[in-house]
């Protein structure tokens, strides 16, 4: 039976993506929306009940007591599958983070066309980390080991991920203790799949441990890595002004799209698009030059380095094509939908596949390599410039919104203390004051199962008010940016008093854009260095913070909850629970989900929850935050106590006679 059709203002609450919502339907054309409105889910595949790993089955669990034909019971089934989406995502980040260390070996070794290392002094305070010398070295020589020992890491088989020190040293022992620090980034994915073949591990909580392995070797191995190269190579974050939605595609230029993950190729495309000969093959073309825009996380890596627009977020991918104005959209890895290359067929737009490893029936395939990577990207450049005269009736929306992103965990010490005295301190006193009551990350994709961008922007405004300091990234930094959230200014008035005040006195906007998917790792770092900085306790499970994936829909996100939880963070996802178990469920289906909730915050500190009213998230954000504060011994968060100092207070001194002013600033009456 198929669901209802929703509208377009049912679909998503961005006015671009409901204006090719209505043009899809005009055209006759389908989109993930609609085909989510035809496409049922199953429920017992999507509760987690059904295994197929092997030719018995598959096996569908539907009564309370039964077994796969093998005996596999509904939580040993629904362990494994959950491990099994957690290493697939790991493995998705990790392979990301091996391409990134290649690359940063072949700039080392003088072999990438094209690359520099932008970044010298990231490279440094890095490779100090892991006792490789720097005095008297070229920046290359140090690359050269850093990237032989983050190479090795994948492959090695005994001991720890080498980057697994960088945690707080409590957390560090926590994992020892519980088996779970992990020795090699592959060892523990091919391990994952190895215990869930058929006849292997078949405990729940045994699985779910490996689980926990394996997703640490993601967040504090192969995506921290990737993070770490990527400011290496293309520099490390700071301020900067962009763009975001639909709107940023322009109609007197050939616009290019780049969709999918890496930036070494999307920074390419960026360099490429900027030399003279093909500013000037652009304009043989009739065109005034190339307009580049993102989409999905590669849009979040040139963004927050070049402030290169961001056409949307995962599900305006399909909405970009739609618009008749992209020549090319090109793609490297994940969250592409195979969808595109029918739907493009509509158009002119030409889909070019890039990676060695993603080809898609019916697209152009041009496959980059970094050694001669400038070359590459000029080429994709052609293809799109060249397509330019074929481009039919256009319609762009006139929907676009400022943001600032750019925040680094290095930057956001920066601003909070200068050149001199960068330091998490002030961040920790504002939160130990209750000026801020707490931090929440807001992270992950779109599904268009919920109304898109809703439950971010939804969640995100709500615990603004309360004094929740929020930082994003993904898909989800790319719904605030759209509503405005990413501005300096922008929207303060319905921020909390106490976060009004540190937003106006350190100059920052209330929701911190601190990058992609991978650079979820940045959120781990500051959460180290506000535990590293003293006062909001020793660990990371100390810290009153929360992490919600409201509109997830990948097995990244799945990892990255996971890798969240065992470094002690409570993590609420949106959405349907992947291992919910039968409906009204009181016995065997409730192990799994019982495991990794109280199970996991028993061992870990952390917990992972799947809640699908956005009321009720706020609500057990809060509930948590104000829990930890607690333990903590700091003060009650109250709504009133702040907001007498910053802009507001200084506008209204602003309006007094002189003497009156100048006796409630200094205390000093008049003379
Ligand atoms: Fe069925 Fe067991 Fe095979 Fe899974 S492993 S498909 S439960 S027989
Ligand atoms: S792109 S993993 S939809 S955040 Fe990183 Fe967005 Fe989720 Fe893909």
């Known amino acids: 039976m198929a669901r209802q ?17 209505i043009r899809a339907d005009q055209l006759g054309i389908g989109t993930a929306f609609t085909r989510a409105d035809n496409m049922v889910p199953c429920n017992i595949g999507s509760a987690g009940m059904c295994c197929k790993i092997c030719g018995m089955g598959p096996c569908r669990l539907t009564k309370e007591g039964e077994t796969g034909v093998c005996g596999a019971t509904i939580d040993t089934i629904q362990a494994r599958n959950l491990i ?4 697939a995502g790991a493995a998705a980040h990790s392979d990301h983070g091996r391409d990134m260390a290649f690359t940063l070996k072949a700039v080392a070794n003088d072999e990438a066309e094209g690359y520099v290392i932008r970044d010298v002094a990231k490279l440094r305070t890095i490779a100090k980390l892991y006792d490789i010398p720097i005095e008297g070295r070229s920046p290359k020589e140090i690359a050269n080991d850093l990237a032989d020992l983050y190479i090795t890491q994948f492959g090695q088989q005994k001991g720890e991920v080498a980057l697994v020190k960088r945690a707080p040293a409590k957390r560090q022992k926590i994992w020892k203790e519980n088996g779970v620090t992990p020795r090699g980034i592959d060892r523990e994915v091919v391990e994952a799949l190895h215990r869930t073949h058929i006849g292997d591990d078949q405990d729940p909580e045994h699985i779910l441990q490996h689980a926990v392995r394996t997703a640490l070797g993601d967040g504090w191995g192969g995506s921290l890595l990737a993070t770490d190269v990527s400011d290496i190579l293309f520099g490390t974050p700071a301020p900067i002004l962009g763009q975001a939605n639909l709107g940023v595609l322009k109609e007197n230029m050939v616009n290019v799209v780049v969709h999918g993950h890496e930036p070494t190729l999307s920074e390419m495309i960026v360099a490429a698009s900027q030399t003279p000969e093909i500013i000037e093959y652009a304009k043989a073309a009739g065109a005034d030059g190339v307009n580049l825009s993102g989409i999905c996380c590669t849009a979040n890596e040139i963004l927050m380095r070049q402030g290169i627009p961001a056409a949307g977020n995962f599900l305006q991918q399909e909405l970009a094509i739609l618009t008749g104005a992209v020549e090319a959209m090109v793609v490297d890895v994940q969250c592409i939908m195979q969808a595109l290359v029918g739907l493009a067929a509509n158009f002119h737009t030409k889909v070019i596949t890039t990676s060695p490893k993603v080809k898609i029936k019916g697209s152009t395939h041009i496959e980059f390599d970094e050694h001669k990577a400038l070359t590459i990207a000029k080429d994709i450049l052609r293809v799109a410039i060249d397509n330019f005269k074929n481009r039919g009736e256009t319609k762009i929306p006139d929907v676009r919104e400022d943001l600032i992103p750019g925040f680094s965990h290095e930057y956001i010490n920066y601003m909070l203390g200068g050149s001199y005295r960068a330091s998490f301190r002030p961040l920790n006193d504002a939160i130990m004051s209750g000026r801020i009551r ?12 919920s109304q898109h961008d809703y439950l971010h922007t939804y969640v995100t405004r709500e615990l603004l008010k309360k004094d929740i300091l929020i930082v994003e990234t993904g898909c989800g930094a790319i719904a605030s940016a759209k509503l405005g959230l990413l501005l300096g200014e922008a929207g303060l008035d319905q921020v909390g008093s106490g976060l009004r005040e540190v937003c106006e006195t350190v100059g920052i906007p209330p929701v911190l854009h601190m990058g992609s998917c991978v650079d979820n790792t940045r959120i781990l770092t500051v959460l180290t260095q506000i535990v590293e900085e003293g006062g909001l306790g020793d660990d990371i499970d100390q810290v009153p913070a929360v992490g919600l994936a409201p509109e997830w829909m990948s097995e990244k996100a799945l990892s990255i909850g996971t890798y969240c939880v065992a470094s002690g963070a409570y993590v609420i996802f949106g959405g349907s629970s992947p291992v919910s178990g039968m409906p009204d469920r009181v016995s065997d289906s409730d192990i799994v989900a019982h495991l990794i909730s109280a199970g996991w915050e028993e061992k870990y500190g952390g917990k992972m929850e799947f809640i699908a009213d956005p009321n009720e998230m706020i609500a057990k954000t809060l509930e948590h935050i104000d829990k930890k504060r607690a333990a903590l011994g700091l003060p009650e968060w109250h709504a009133e106590k702040y907001g007498r100092s910053g802009d507001a207070r200084m506008l209204e001194l602003e309006e007094l006679p002189f003497a009156e002013r100048r006796q409630a600033i200094y205390g000093v009456a008049a003379d």
């Open 5 to 21: 059709k929703r509208t377009p203002e049912e679909h998503s609450i961005d006015p671009a993506a409901q204006q090719m919502l």
């Open 84 to 87: 099994r989406a957690i290493s």
């Open 438 to 449: 707490g931090v929440a990350a807001i992270v992950g994709c779109n599904n268009p199962r």
